[in-house]
Structures are given as structure tokens and as C-alpha cells.
């Protein structure tokens, strides 16, 4: 298996446009994670999916961001209308079972998202 | 709350240990885990503790828990140059993993 794929690489887009971050996780995990990585704030779970539904987004910061995940091979994170204060790494993650169960996390490569 | 807590920076010279400590705050966690993040990479898992155990040894490495502070640590004996990166603690919330901000260890030749 190829591990969880992040595409784009990087990203870098004007204030106001609207990014699409892109993973598909490891076949056969059900349960997929979007992260934010800053310096300031460090590892920030963003959102959860369990079986293609999301359980938890109260780490989303605003109603700029969106999460979907159409079915268990994809899933994508949308930023619109993308601000400077948006640039980060996101990271996207999966596992075979959910956290309780001792099942390790398989980070992506992540996204270098810069918002000029 | 949820707050996991490291230090940012640790320097150690090549051939010493190095120490890596971290505080959790939830003490239903399961496990424990320590992730390690190369520039430029994701993380990627280098050990993990049930949390019933107190130590956990695995070739260079050695996990310590003491349940009752809540504290985790982790050692690398003989610190090697490829072991500069960022080193990342993490507890098991309900439904979620729970990262700490990261240790960044640098390794003089």
C-alpha cells in the first residue's frame, strides 16, 4: 500500500480564494483525521471521520472550512474564503480502528498551504 | 481540559541520551504514544505504552509512565544524528488522539 496520499504537495493561492486539500486514506482504514500544523499552535485535530461520517468537527475554526468524505477512499478539506492566518501544514491521517483501540496513526505527507 | 504538554527544544551531543518528557492530562487513556516528525514528513509512529505498563523498552528506546503524575517519557539511548527531529507525544481521548506541541531535538555531531 502506497500509505494516505495528500495532494496538493503545496499550496499557495491568494486571500479570498478557495483551496481544495485532497487524501485518500489507507484502503480499508474507517477512520480518518485532518490536522493543522502551525508553530504557534502546533497539532490541531481539525476533524474526524468514522466510516465516512464525520463524529467530531468542533476543531473546524470557522464556517470557512468544510470537510467531506463522499466515500472510504476520499476525502477532501475546503477553505473558502482562504485568509493569510489559514497558512499551515494540514495533515491528513488514518487508521485501521478508532483511537481506543491501540491503533497507530498513518500520517499523510501533508499540504504546505500559504494564503499571500 | 486536554492540554499535553512538552518542552520545545531539547539539544543533546551525539553518543549521549536524550530524555524526552511529557505531561497528559487524561487519565482514561489507553494508550500512549510517542510520534516522531522528520522535516518536511508526517508523523510517524515510533512507540506506543498500554497504560497499564510502567515501562516499555524497544532497541534504543524506553518509555517510562507514572500514571499517578501523569507523566510519559521517553529515552534514546546512544542519540544518533538521523534522530534530529520533532518528537511528539500523544494520549487517547474518547474518539481521538490528543497531540502534544512537539519537542524539537537536535543532535551536535
Known amino acids: 500500500d502506497a500509505g494516505v496520499i495528500q495532494s496538493p504537495r503545496h499550496e499557495v493561492t491568494e486571500m479570498g480564494q478557495e483551496v481544495t486539500l485532497r487524501c485518500k486514506p489507507i484502503s480499508g482504514h474507517n477512520s480518518l483525521f485532518w490536522y493543522r500544523q502551525t508553530m504557534m499552535r502546533g497539532l490541531e485535530l481539525l476533524i474526524y471521520?468514522?466510516?465516512?461520517?464525520?463524529?467530531?468537527d468542533s476543531g473546524m475554526p470557522e464556517d470557512r472550512f468544510s470537510a467531506k468524505m463522499p466515500n472510504a477512499s476520499f476525502s477532501t478539506l475546503k477553505i473558502q474564503p482562504s485568509e493569510p492566518r489559514d497558512s499551515a501544514v494540514y495533515f491528513c491521517?488514518?487508521?485501521?480502528?478508532?483511537?481506543?483501540?491501540?491503533?497507530?496513526?498513518?500520517f499523510g505527507s501533508g499540504t504546505q498551504l500559504s494564503v499571500l | 481540559g486536554e492540554d499535553v504538554e512538552q518542552s520545545l527544544f531539547l539539544s543533546v551531543r551525539e553518543g549521549d541520551s536524550s530524555v524526552i518528557n511529557c505531561t497528559y492530562t487524561d487519565s482514561s487513556s489507553t494508550y500512549l504514544y510517542w510520534y516522531k516528525q522528520e522535516p518536511g514528513a508526517g508523523l510517524q509512529l515510533l512507540t506506543y505504552i498500554f497504560s497499564n505498563m510502567d515501562m516499555k523498552q524497544d532497541q534504543r528506546l524506553t518509555v517510562l509512565l507514572n500514571k499517578k503524575d501523569k507523566h510519559l517519557s521517553l529515552r534514546i539511548a546512544d542519540t544518533q544524528t538521523g534522530d534530529s527531529a520533532i518528537y511528539f507525544c500523544a494520549e487517547t481521548g474518547t474518539y481521538k488522539y490528543i497531540f502534544g506541541t512537539g519537542t524539537r531535538l537536535k543532535v551536535l555531531a
Open positions: 471521520f468514522n466510516n465516512n461520517v464525520p463524529i467530531d
Open positions: 491521517a488514518s487508521s485501521l480502528l478508532g483511537p481506543q483501540s491501540g491503533e497507530k496513526l498513518f
